[in-house]
């Protein structure tokens, strides 16, 4: 699909979802703009009544493209993919492409949103070990399944959507101090993914909005 303008993505550099979209534009190949949403700064710019008209959820992302607004991650991907040309992100055959949906689900849906933001600023001090919890819960499951589905991705040998998911919960797992060795699959799959062009250009610590401590 042709289209007249660049996509615009507001994203914040260590959002999980933010870095998903990122992770598709670049296997994609598709150029786009940045307007960085700060989480934090003056108490979360995604709290603003200016965002909330471009999301009305106040999360990250949302993305402007082909003359529409679209939030939730996995929704963006799967636009994005059936839009524009280069690799596909979800399989052809049903089978795989249920087994990576099942897998971005799981992530997306049974994992991530327990160690967002906005649920542990209410938690409190005990932020860190509630995370713990819910990663390793997660990750408990998705490493049976992984040893079913993986090759040298997530389903199969083709990187799909299942793996754009992945990589970005590996590093929240990290940054929340869980034993990500526990989990052999899900530790090979990541580190051999990393070393992938689309996933090290769209990483946080090179963000326009990465902090310069961060940086890589």
């Keep these: 699909m042709a289209t007249q303008t660049k996509p615009i993505l507001h994203g914040y550099f ?8 990122r992770i598709a534009f670049a296997l994609k190949g598709v150029e786009y703009d940045q307007l960085p949403v700060n989480l934090i700064k003056d108490g979360g710019q995604q709290l603003t009544e200016e965002y909330k008209a471009l999301n009305p959820m106040q999360q ?7 003359g529409t607004t679209l939030s939730q991650s996995l929704a963006v991907i799967q636009y994005i993919d ?7 992100l979800l ?18 849906s049974g994992i991530q949103p327990l160690q967002n933001l906005y649920v542990i600023q209410k938690i409190g001090a005990e932020k860190m070990q509630w995370s713990q919890h819910f990663i390793d819960r997660g990750f408990q499951a998705l490493e049976p399944i992984l040893k079913q589905t993986a090759g040298k991705c997530c389903v199969g040998d083709e990187i ?3 793996d754009i998911c992945l990589v970005p919960q590996v590093y929240n797992a990290e940054r929340f101090k869980v034993d990500v060795g526990k989990y052999p699959t899900i530790k090979r799959l990541n580190e051999a993914l990393l070393e992938i062009e689309a996933f090290q250009v769209s990483h946080p610590s090179r963000q326009p ?3 310069d401590d961060l940086r890589a």
């Design 82 to 88: 059936e839009t524009r040309p280069g690799p596909r």
């Design 160 to 162: 799909s959507m299942a």
């Design 60 to 66: 990250v992302p949302a993305v402007e493209i082909d």
């Design 91 to 108: 399989p052809a055959d049903p089978k795989a492409r249920a087994q990576v949906r099942m897998i971005s689900d799981l992530i997306a």
């Design 209 to 211: 909005d990465t902090p």
């Design 14 to 21: 260590r959002s999980s979802c933010s870095w998903r979209v």
